[in-house]
């Protein structure tokens, strides 16, 4: 599996088949890619609906026929706008043709449904914990007991989520071999380092630090 990082929250997984998460791509100033890059989706995961990570969900949708899957109150807004899409909730999984999708806890706001949440994806045999927004939370325990992801995304930017500090203790949590941060250095006000981070992990997981447009292969 080919996971591209778009920029901010987004990402792009590649196997058998594509799937995108948070796609914030237009009017993100980080992203490696715009709109007309996009030719083709499978899946499309939004963890909640502010608009950094809802980002262009729909219009992926109806551009390539991708099915959204979100929490239920998303994807009946999706539907009422013509999108295929997949309601759940936090502890739900569903499947969709062989991409499995899985809602968890994440410790952030929301408007629709209230609460953002996490997502983990499984695609060909690999899982990707992607935290979408959060702060410090116990549950990432049990995130990491339940579904044993391959490899996190986690926000480090420290003002509308964890910073590296906290984030840290989150890949403690989780007990993840590989993790990326990701979610900083797209407007001023998320300004970090992500090195800092990697120093705070030390050698409790192996820290990638790519840049928007970057890919890693799991």
Known sequence: MKITWIGHSALMLEGSKTVYIDPFITGNPTSCMNLDNVTKADVVVVTHDHADHLGDGFAICKKTG????????????????????????????????????????????AGLGGTATG???????????????????????????????????????????????????????????????FHYDTFPLVKQNPQEFKDY??????????KPGESIEL
Not at 66 to 88: N, R
Not at 201 to 210: E, P
């Open 201 to 210: 992990v030390g050698n409790m997981s192996d820290v990638i630090i790519i």
């Open 66 to 109: 991708a099915t959204l899957v979100s929490i239920f109150e998303i994807a009946e807004a999706a539907a009422q706008e013509g999108v295929k899409a997949e309601g759940m909730n936090i502890g739900g999984t569903v499947t969709i043709d062989g991409v499995s999708v899985s809602l968890v806890p994440a410790f952030h706001t």
């Open 119 to 181: 997502t983990v994806v499984e695609l060909d045999g690999k899982k990707v914990y992607h935290a979408g927004d959060t702060g410090l939370t116990l549950e990432m325990q049990l995130i990491g007991e339940m579904y044993t992801p391959d490899i996190a995304f986690l926000p480090i930017d420290g003002r509308f989520n964890m910073g590296p500090r906290m984030a840290a203790k989150a890949v403690e949590l989780l007990k993840v071999p590989k993790v990326v941060p």
